[in-house]
């Protein structure tokens, strides 16, 4: 057994090893036409050359496995085509190759085989995976394996995982010391397939319990009570994390309706469009990067951030200058202009772009996520945006509290003849918040192609919420959109997971109809004296 | 001498009109018009835009072959933007306005339910290319889509199945109209029939353009963890579609655990989304572009030429699907039928349409029943492959005809598997 082990861990190391022959008897039944076969293969390969049966396997998992009349070949990068029982290149490639395709239920076999496989590997990185891997997928038969596992295992975080799979496997032992020493050990667990398993125990079946020991039933009780008890806790917080996702993202579409909407009273209806304009240039930021610098391509929605901010700021300074500056003070005039400028810069798009969606695919350091337990997964992406909207929410207090621009933009909005006859340039000030709530609107687009879709229309599934979160928060508040915005975040969530999507939207619209007519100045009402007023 | 005058703009205007009806008339007993009807904008546009091209392209060929009866097809393209009462608008206008032989279009249930009066009182003929819910026969239409013995079924038999996963808990998850609601309904009592219980399914839906899918992933994932293996299966529609299999992805459910097949997302739909973390998600159609045949050869070919003539974006990423390849059947259909008929009167044509057949991109003889205005079509069931593609895992020995009254809708037995004729 020792010297399989050692055999095992130099093996996946060394390539040469590899190339020792597998009988290509074995290796036909892969591409069997039924599942059957095809896993009685797998398993036979497993058994018969542990060693040399990773990389076909792996190649079959990853779908470049595949037959050449009779010979199995492996598909390597570039056109390569390898022999799958000697490993060596076929140079020509044979003629008529035809990959082995597979189901989810072989691809299941699959990978628990290769999990076990590589509970020996010498890398701490991979044996972590397959201790993970082994545990979504654990039956008796895997006991001699674990046990030998566990006999090589020194990582203490590796050792509990098998230990755990170890317990799983030997609940149907005969000896009900065995089993309640398992049972004890799940209690550790915070997989809720362990409290599946746990639970018939505590069952009656007929007349007689499931578990004849009453001493394993009480420990199974107590057992799948702490597990509950951490799976609640998950998923309350994963409910939490949801809603506080949500919330960023509405505070992103909002933020820059903040600055144009609640601080300067110009009823942007184009706001929507500004934030496809974000959006379309991460679109085209990505283009780029595909075209010039395909190496840092994951990189491209750094250069976004810029971009983003600054089509969009500049979009913004054009409608403010061409249009909006001389409808000031006439809301009516304004909705209805800006309005007609959010038709305008749809159509433009449209006409760009096309009117289908365009893709933006993630980075692959935004995909995936971390698993904090194994019922609370909270991906990249999203907190990758949480994190985002902190940042600009920051960036943008400061700039309206420390800058000079921040106090003219103050100045202007409270008093504005006053600010004028102490020499602020009211019109250029004007244009400049104008042009930064646009530039924050265009963050925000950056941010959503990460998860929403980008095309023409996209503007108009955000225009409502976004004049909600402000209008809600209190116009004139940024404190005000950023409690609104988490807050219809976090609300929505809990009641989508309680109500369903569907009606969550009518709900919140209801409320929010409730609450204006009960509270029109909104949760924080501005205190002191607006010069329109 | 005003009065004069008058009379002089008068005739000069009816002689231009004269002068321009006649070349009109002229021209239109030239061409055949047909009439395009799919969403170029809006929610529906990353699933409809590409049967425009596909009913251009085949209108394309058929000229370049000496057109239907010595003369040439003419589109009309008009675009009713996802909007269903649209749809109603538009459709009047190609019938009464362009006077169009024949519609190809509409995706949603909805947006066909909204031009079927327009059809029956126009009289028109409108070929609808995609899986639907059923519980529905009209005169003026062909459905060249599958019905859910088609598709839905085939598919929930298969994840019931040993190399399915033996499901033995479903989620069915759609957008909020009719045809998730309707084909959930024959889902449910189809589940019932094979004892599923009721506590062992999940019925959720979403908006159109939904976008946020944290919650309903979060509540498959605990749904699933309940005990025994578990199936979703998605009748999302439209660009939701890329956000819901992006959150599918980064929340790390593997279809080894929790399989999940789709009725509406095809290959075109998977081109705006990272299909790595997707591997062995199902589709189940009666045709993938992945398909090993000559017809299929052919028709992806011309498609991908057609495409880089076009200069559509991404063309040489262009896919073929199955509402494509329905489209295509459809037009095709529709032309042998006129042969046929020799002549494009609506009547004429549905009489000549019963019993045609065709040489499918599916690989298969395709047949339109004589009876029930639907094609006999195989079904295929398809496993997500990293590029994007699918790896066919099961399939019908062949044809299976269709049934537009489902069988587990109480009271579908008196109904008739015939249009009522006009």
């Known amino acids: ?50 060693e040399e049966a990773q990389p076909v396997l792996q190649a079959m998992a990853g779908d470049s496995l595949a037959v050449a009349g009779e010979r199995v070949v492996v598909l390597g990068a570039g ?48 044996r972590w995976q397959a201790a993970q891997e082994v545990n979504q997928n654990v039956d008796a038969k895997m006991l001699p394996l674990l046990d030998r596992a566990l006999a090589a295992e020194k990582d203490p975080k590796i050792r509990a995982r098998l230990q755990l799979a170890h317990a799983q496997a030997s609940l149907g032992s005969t000896d009900a010391a065995v089993r309640l020493a398992a049972v004890k050990t799940l209690g550790e667990s915070s997989d809720p397939r362990v409290r599946q398993l746990l639970l018939p125990l505590t069952e009656k079946q007929g007349d007689t319990w499931v578990e004849a020991d009453s001493a394993v039933r009480a420990a199974a009780g107590t057992s799948i009570r702490s597990i509950e008890q951490r ?146 997964m909270l991906p990249w992406n999203r907190i990758i945006i949480v994190a985002f909207s902190i940042a600009v929410l920051v960036a943008m207090w400061a700039i309206l509290n420390l800058s000079r621009l921040g106090m003219f933009v103050r100045a202007v909005t409270q008093n504005r003849p006053m600010a004028g006859c102490v020499g602020v340039p009211t019109g250029r000030v004007d244009t400049l918040a104008f042009g930064l709530g646009a530039g924050i609107a265009g963050l925000g687009g950056v941010a959503l192609s990460q998860i929403a879709n980008v095309g023409p229309d996209m503007g108009q599934g955000y225009i409502v919420d976004s004049f909600m979160v402000v209008v809600l928060g209190g116009v004139g508040q940024l404190a005000g959109a950023v409690w609104a915005a988490l807050g219809l975040g976090v609300f929505t969530k809990f009641l989508e997971g309680w109500t369903g999507a569907v009606v969550a939207k009518i709900v919140v619209l209801v409320l929010i109809i409730v609450f204006i007519q009960k509270r029109p100045q909104g949760l924080f009402a501005l205190k002191g004296r607006f010069v329109e007023s | 001498m005003v009065r004069r005058n008058f009379m002089k703009t008068i005739s000069a205007v009816a002689v231009t009109a004269a002068f321009g009806l006649n070349s009109f008339a002229a021209l239109a007993a030239e061409t055949i018009k047909v009439g395009v009807l799919h969403s170029l904008s809006g929610t529906m546009a990353i699933s409809e835009t590409a049967l425009k091209e596909t009913v251009l392209m085949a209108i394309d060929e058929i000229n370049s072959k000496g057109g239907v009866l010595g003369r040439k097809l003419e589109p009309v393209v008009v675009d009713p933007a996802s909007n269903w009462p649209l749809f109603a608008e538009k459709a009047r206008q190609l019938l009464s306005k362009d006077k169009v032989a024949v519609v190809f279009g509409c995706w949603t249930s909805v947006s066909r339910k909204s031009v079927l009066p327009v059809f029956k009182e126009l009289n028109g003929l409108l070929f609808y290319p995609v899986q639907y819910e059923g519980e529905e026969l009209e005169y003026n239409v062909f459905y060249t889509g599958a019905a859910p013995n088609q598709q839905a079924i085939p598919a929930v038999e298969y994840l019931m199945s040993k190399d399915g996963g033996e499901a033995k808990r479903f989620v069915l998850l759609g957008t909020d109209y009719v045809y998730p609601r309707t084909t959930n309904k024959i889902l449910r009592a189809f589940l019932k029939s094979k004892g599923v219980a009721d506590a062992d399914i999940m019925e959720e839906y979403t908006p159109f353009g939904h976008s946020d899918y944290q919650t309903i992933i979060a ?185 537009p009254w489902s069988p587990f809708i109480p009271g579908n037995e008196q109904r008739k598997d015939q249009p009522e004729g006009r």
């Not at chain 1, 008897?25 to 058994?47: F, H, K, M, N, Y």
């Not at chain 2, 295509?328 to 020799?342: D, T």
């Not at chain 2, 195989?378 to 020995?397: M, Y």
Request: with cysteine; aromatic share 8%.
């Open chain 1, 1 to 50: 057994m020792h010297k399989l082990r050692l055999l095992l861990g130099i093996c996946l190391l060394s390539i040469s090893c590899a190339q020792a022959a597998i009988d290509p008897g074995l290796l036909r039944p892969l591409a069997a036409d039924d599942s059957d076969t095809r896993i009685a293969a797998i398993l036979a390969l497993v058994e018969a050359a542990p």
């Open chain 1, 79 to 126: 056109g390569r085509v390898f022999d799958a029982a000697s490993n060596r290149e076929l140079t020509p490639p044979p003629a008529g190759i035809e990959t082995i395709g597979i189901n989810n239920r072989v691809r299941r076999e699959l990978a628990s085989a290769l999990a076990a496989l590589r509970l020996f590997s010498a890398e701490r990185e991979v």
């Open chain 2, 219 to 403: 509540k498959i994932k605990k749904f699933s963890s309940e005990g025994k293996k578990t199936a979703v299966v998605s009748t999302i529609n439209g660009d939701s579609n890329v956000p819901f299999y992006k959150e599918l992805g980064n929340a790390g459910i593997k279809a080894t655990d929790v399989p999940v097949v789709a009725f509406s997302v095809g290959e075109e739909e998977l081109r705006g989304v990272d299909t790595k973390p997707l591997v062995g998600h199902l589709a189940s159609w009666n045709y993938f572009m992945s398909l090993k045949n000559p017809q299929n050869e052919k028709f992806t070919k011309a498609y991908r030429a057609w495409a880089v003539k076009q200069k559509l974006p991404n063309a040489d990423k262009a896919v073929t699907n199955d509402p494509m390849e329905a489209t295509y059947i459809g037009i095709n259909m529709w032309k042998q039928a006129v042969e046929k008929a020799k002549s494009t009167d609506v009547d004429k044509v549905i009489a000549a349409m019963a019993g045609q057949s065709f040489k499918a991109p599916s690989g298969f003889t395709i047949k339109m029943d004589e009876r029930n205005h639907h094609l006999h079509k195989p079904v295929f069931i398809g496993e997500i492959k990293a590029d994007g593609q699918f790896n066919v895992v099961w399939r019908t020995p062949g044809p299976v005809r269709a049934q």
């Open chain 1, 231 to 376: 799976l609640a806790w998950a998923d309350n917080l994963g409910r939490a994390f949801t809603g506080l996702s949500l919330g960023s993202i509405l505070l992103l579409a909002a933020l820059g309706l903040a600055i144009t909407y609640g601080v300067m009273g110009v009823i942007n209806m184009a706001h929507g469009e500004l934030l496809m304009v974000g959006a379309y240039s991460a679109w085209a930021m990505q283009s780029v990067f595909r075209a010039h610098l395909p190496g840092a391509l994951d990189w491209y929605l750094l250069a976004a951030i810029p971009v983003g901010f600054l089509s969009a700021a500049l979009v913004g300074v054009l409608m403010e200058r061409i249009v909006i500056r001389h409808l000031y003070g006439r809301p009516l005039e304004t909705l209805l202009a800006t309005w007609g400028i959010s038709l305008f810069l749809m159509q433009v798009a449209r006409t760009l772009f096309g009117a289908q969606n365009v893709e933006v695919a993630n980075p692959s350091w935004m995909a995936g996520g971390i698993e904090l337990l194994p019922n609370l």
